[in-house]
């Protein structure tokens, strides 16, 4: 049955069988390619016809777009809600470049789009060279934004179950550079490349975050350090204490470099080449930058530090109420780092 109202502004009608949600709300376009027929678009579903009447009487006031909403919108919605606008930095940025490869289909409504083409989209960036887990993120962002629109009534099925994706090799077990090793990389300081990857593993700093410092990162006091990081909460902005070994790579950079302290190295592929080179050199054949914040913990761990000091200088959660609670001067880390002999 259907609820007739002027042309053009919308119907109502009762949608056959045993539903969830059994009114649905339609417009009338006009056909793509058969001139003076028209097609019909179905917008929102609902529980009771009130429900449905209210929705369209916002149709025709203007408050709800005539097309109906796109995916497009339902990003923008999401993107203003308290769950987007809480996450950290880094998780809305992950999920901005999700979208960026899933905004090719912005303008489709929401309700007309299906599993393969979404597929689609997941197999395009997959066949362009990205990673099964940056694909994975993509999926994640496809679910969210879907879900959104099944509770706001603008679907009535989600059309991302049953999406696929390659199955993920298993993440290699991360290890610590030997110690041997970094004694070897000693007599090697005066190398650029040796001198990056000494300073990785004194330091805990990921690559990208290295690679951000400023000159304005650079303290010598009270005793030298630098800021920065990102990632979590507890990682941005940390102070990391200099070692006085890597003090003299860190400040003659600080001193003369125009934007980045290690702007001199290239750029985080240029790094991640040399370093993985450089260990190899060595027998350490799958080593990762990752292996340094391991190498930075276990060192600490062996020189007898406060086992807070070194999550608050690795930037990692404090495990409890009680390490929330306890706050540590630059200084103090700077002593605990100093455990660590060369």
Request: hydrophobic share 35%.
């Amino acid at each position: 049955m259907t609820m007739r109202r002027a042309n053009g502004s919308g119907a109502i009608c009762r949608l056959k069988g045993n539903r969830r949600k059994p009114y649905a709300v339609r417009v009338s376009y006009p056909h793509p390619t058969n001139e003076g027929k028209y097609k019909q678009r179905y917008l929102a579903y609902f529980h009771t016809s009130a429900e449905a009447q209210a929705y369209l009487e916002k149709l025709n006031c203007g408050q709800i777009k005539a097309g109906g909403y796109t995916l497009g919108d339902v990003w923008e919605d999401y993107t203003r809600s308290r769950r987007f606008t809480e996450l950290s930095k880094s998780a809305q940025n992950v999920h901005r470049g999700a979208w960026n490869r899933l905004s090719a289909l912005a303008d489709r409504p929401i309700d007309a789009i299906r599993r393969p083409e979404l597929q689609r989209v997941i197999d395009d960036a997959l066949e362009g060279g990205l990673a099964p887990s940056s694909a994975e993120k993509i999926k994640i962002l496809m679910g969210l934004l879907f879900k959104r629109a099944l509770m706001d009534d603008l679907i009535s099925k989600d059309p991302t179950l049953g999406l696929e994706l390659p199955k993920i090799k298993p993440v290699v077990e991360k290890d610590v550079i030997p110690q041997p090793v970094v004694a070897q990389l000693w007599t090697r300081k005066d190398e650029p490349y040796v001198q990056i990857t000494l300073v990785l593993i004194y330091t805990g700093w990921r690559i990208s975050e290295l690679l951000e410092l400023t000159p304005e990162a650079y303290h010598t006091e009270p005793v030298p350090h630098l800021i920065g990081g990102k990632k979590t909460d507890a990682g941005i902005n940390r102070p990391v204490p200099v070692h006085p070994a890597i003090q003299p790579f860190v400040e003659s950079r600080a001193s003369s470099c125009k934007e980045r302290i290690f702007e001199d190295v290239g750029s985080y592929t240029v790094v991640l080449d040399r370093f993985k080179k450089i260990l190899r050199q060595y027998g350490v054949e799958k080593a990762t930058p990752h292996w340094c914040r391991y190498t930075l913990t276990s060192m600490l761990e062996m020189a007898g530090a406060n086992r807070l000091a070194t999550d608050r200088i690795t930037g990692h959660s404090d495990r409890g109420m009680t390490d929330h609670y306890t706050k540590m001067t630059v200084e103090y880390l700077y002593s605990q780092m100093c455990l660590i002999r060369v």
